[in-house]
């Protein structure tokens, strides 16, 4: 088992990019063959679930999101792949955390009705204070082990290395960080952050995997 050592994370937007290593060839992924998305029969061996505990708040009121990652077929080994949507004019990894850049999902939420097409434009929020943090050490992620009929699994590196996860968040947040100076926004480690509530007006959140699913939800600040 490799020697962890701590990591450092600097938040300088909504997410932090982390590119992914693909896994070796004994990797399946990311789909088991025909046990992927299907229009006719509605079935993926992936399910990407997600939810908010409301669809409308008050500024200052925090905006609940869950998501899952449910796997209906037995135990498998997905590559870690890139199959993120675009967002902002790039491929977007997403996370649920500043340390959570080693799990296969994550969400961003941007302001205003966003939908499939409009996403690729969409600017997000920074829902966490632009900063360096102190995250658990990990080498390069090869794949996910994932157990049959549950979101359980492993988080697989180079040689034996493993750890068990759960593919499964509930995040809450009430608003977004903004630079004090935007003139010296390239650089977050020059700047001062303020916090600032989701003022009046309807939001997008958008929840994706690596794989390729993508859910939208919506809400509203009145």
Known sequence: MPKLTGRIIIIAGVIVAVVLVAGVSLFWGP????????????YKQLELISSENSQSIVPGQSITISIEIYHNGPTTIFNASNLWPTIDGEKYPLIDSPCGS???YGLAIIPGYVNSISIASAKPLNLW????YMCPALVHVNGYELM?????????GAGDFSIPITLSSTVSFSGYWVASNPVNNFNPLNNSYKFIYFSAGQYTVIIADEWGETALLHFTVT
């Open 148 to 156: 049959g009929l549950s979101d359980r699994g492993f988080i697989l």
């Open 129 to 132: 204070e632009p900063g360096i």
């Open 102 to 104: 080693d799990f296969p």
């Open 31 to 42: 789909f088991f063959l025909n046990h992927n998305y299907d229009n006719e029969h509605n």
